[in-house]
């Protein structure tokens, strides 16, 4: 049997593309977010994002230049509570002066948490697409990737990606703050 050299370049090409495939879909592309296993590592960087060190967010928060958003989801209502109980979250322990916007870094969002994560990013901007937004969450966490990744699809010109989260700034030595959630329904 003859193999043409353009046919086992062909083939080559193919096998190798088939290889790739799983791996450039676990990290991620523009147009796609991660849907599960949301706490494992993630990409160094996000499309269209920078990323950005602890020292670069503490210049941040010194200057007051960005909105840093903490995306880590809120804990789940406790399961047989009455349904006319009021419920409150515990607080978080993040960095300071961050607005959470739990539940807004999965793959895919439910309309109110959209509408909920597209309100709250054009009232923390006041509308202003080139405002720095910081999205963060913990190390190995997808939900602040997702998060910055959806920012970039909505028009955000400055956004920027801190995959060390809340536990690389407690690690370089700086304090947290204890943060409520922005309630949904709440712009």
Known sequence: MTIRPAAALFAAAFLLASALLPALSSTGSAAEYRMSDYRSPTPATVPG???????????????????????????????????????????????????????????????????????NLQRLTDGRHDRPLVFFCEPACWMSWNAALRAVEYGYSTVLYYPEGAAGWEKAGLKLAPLRPVPVGVP
């Open 49 to 119: 994002a920078r990323t950005v060190t602890t020292g670069e967010v503490e210049e941040l928060v010194r200057n007051g230049e960005a909105v840093l958003i903490d995306v880590y989801p809120a804990p789940p209502r406790p399961a047989g509570l009455p349904a006319d109980s009021v419920w409150i979250p515990k607080a978080r322990d993040t960095i300071p002066g961050a607005v959470w916007l739990p539940n807004t870094g999965y793959g895919a969002l439910p309309d109110g948490i959209e509408a909920y994560f597209r309100d």
